[in-house]
């Protein structure tokens, strides 16, 4: 199993960002696939999940502001974060399977 998280930045409150996770070594179509972060000092915090059979669920913090997406031809997963606040700021990683990328770093701030 191999992650690979890109996509996070810099970015202001109110701001937007589209992460993408890009993974290989398995089979990724029939695969759930989740989002996690952790904050500076903070365990790890469920994010979004997708299952092969595009179902989402999102935590009540990320509700209404995320999206996430799957392209099973690219072995891809996005997530969509909209009006992004500076308690957002986290390392953000892609898992499945009990694996995990090495993150992408988001920042919220003025």
């Known amino acids: 199993v191999q992650l690979v998280e890109s996509g996070g930045g810099l970015v202001q409150p109110g701001g937007s960002l589209r992460l993408s996770c890009a993974a290989s070594?398995?089979?990724?179509?029939?695969?759930?696939m989740n989002w996690a972060r952790q904050a500076p000092g903070k365990g790890l915090e469920w994010v979004s999940t997708?299952?092969?059979?595009?179902?989402?669920s999102y935590a009540d913090s990320m509700k209404g502001r995320s999206t996430i997406s799957r392209d099973n031809a690219k072995n891809t997963v996005y997530l969509q974060m909209n009006n992004l606040k500076p308690e957002d700021t986290a390392v953000y990683y892609c898992?499945?399977?009990?694996?995990r990328g090495q993150g992408t770093q988001v920042t919220v701030s003025s």
């Open positions: 997708i299952s092969g059979d595009g179902r989402t």
């Open positions: 898992t499945t399977k009990g694996r």
């Open positions: 070594g398995f089979i990724f179509s029939s695969s759930a």
